[in-house]
């Protein structure tokens, strides 16, 4: 069988670096692996949509900014097929049948679709397309056959939720659909990146966020000004490392060969910690130090997004030729869909043949 990839993200702002460290990093590894046949990426306008139905200009205006993301990041249109999800209608058309084997509680009982509900204040008025945003999403996965569907942590009752989907579908019309796996980040501080608050997750509405498109004095700003322990005023006092996201992203980034180009009196990141608890090492340095290995895996990234915000019309001709990639795919996938759902009444010679048979042996 072969090996397929689908994945994306709500074109709903920029990415940050939690979207790095959590998928889009290990995306371009993946791409640059060789090891799959397909790779779909998708701008997931549709279901950015459930929650902002009034304010589509957000949306329209942010596609651009995921593909400058994507292609900075080193996602390749000639690897890696890159579109946006309302082009392709068969998705919706999927989306459709798909909701006829899905109860409600089922979708109620979704851990991410619930914390999201209460998030945004929707408990007294769940819009209906917001609540089945999970079975769109399982058509997004299935339309393309993909296997592998590398995604955040948060993302692991998505595909829980399509993986019941393919198999009540396939158990009812018969085998047609593949059942993907989840493949979520090695490293579990990446999987969730705090704010530079301090805060749980990176969130545009909190303002913790650094962007991939942030200038180096952006950065640097904000990784001055990152939350650490509260408690450690002075460089003498034993600091903490518990919630203190400098080291959080320590973690995240750096690795042994940083400390010998950036700080070389350590000589790995567990010396930089104990120093840390015992007392004596200041906050400003750490904060420099990883200021410099965040700076130097950005800095390509937003060389290569200078050169791509000139090619802005290239990058739609991207999008609308992936587009028309995607496209051709999941119709093929919708075709074996009808024809197992026996709703591909024109297709089907037998069956017309068949009934006429019976029709005229009837009036005989
Ligand atoms: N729900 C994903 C997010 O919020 C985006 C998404 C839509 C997606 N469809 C998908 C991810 C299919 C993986 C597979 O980021």
Do not use: W
Request: aromatic content about 8%.
């Amino acid at each position: 069988m072969s090996k397929i990839i689908l994945t994306g993200d709500r074109p709903t702002g920029k990415l940050h670096l939690g979207h790095y460290v959590g998928s889009l990093k290990r995306r371009v590894e993946l791409q640059n692996s060789g090891e799959y046949d397909k790779i779909f990426i998708m701008i997931a306008d549709a279901q950015a949509l459930t929650d902002n139905a009034d304010n589509p200009e957000k949306i329209r205006q942010n596609i651009i900014e995921v593909a400058l993301d994507y292609l900075s990041c080193g996602l390749d249109p000639a690897k890696s097929t890159l579109f946006i999800q309302s082009q392709i209608q068969e998705l919706t058309e999927l989306s459709f049948y798909y909701m006829n084997l899905v109860t409600l509680s089922r979708l109620e009982r979704n851990p991410t679709v619930k914390t999201e509900i209460k998030m945004r204040n929707f408990e007294t008025s769940i819009p209906v397309g917001f609540l089945t945003y999970p079975i769109s999403q399982a058509a997004d996965i299935t339309a393309f056959k993909a296997t592998t569907v590398p995604v955040g942590e948060d993302q692991l009752p998505m595909i829980e939720q399509c993986r019941e989907i393919v198999r009540r579908f396939n158990f009812i019309y018969g085998d047609t659909l593949v059942e993907p796996e989840a493949l979520i980040p090695q490293n579990e501080v990446c999987c969730r990146l705090p704010g530079t608050d301090g805060k749980a997750k990176m969130s545009k509405s909190l303002g913790n966020c650094i962007y991939l498109s942030d200038s180096a004095d952006e950065v640097r700003t904000k990784i001055m000004s990152m939350f650490t322990d509260p408690n450690h005023l002075k460089i003498t006092d034993p600091g903490s490392l518990e919630g203190n996201a400098v080291f959080t992203y320590l973690d995240a980034f750096c690795r042994d060969e940083h400390f010998e180009r950036f700080l070389p009196e350590y000589a790995n990141l567990d010396e930089l910690k104990g120093h840390y608890q015992r007392g004596g090492l200041g906050d400003v340095k750490v904060k420099k130090f990883l200021n410099a290995i965040v700076q130097e895996e950005l800095e390509p990234i937003r060389a290569r997004r200078k050169e791509l915000e000139k090619q802005i019309p290239e990058i739609y001709d991207i999008l609308k030729k992936g587009s028309e990639v995607a496209r051709a795919a999941a119709a093929d996938t919708m075709s074996e869909v009808k024809a197992a759902m026996k709703i591909n009444y024109f297709d089907d010679a037998a069956l017309i043949a068949e009934q006429a048979a019976r029709f005229a042996e009837k009036s005989e």
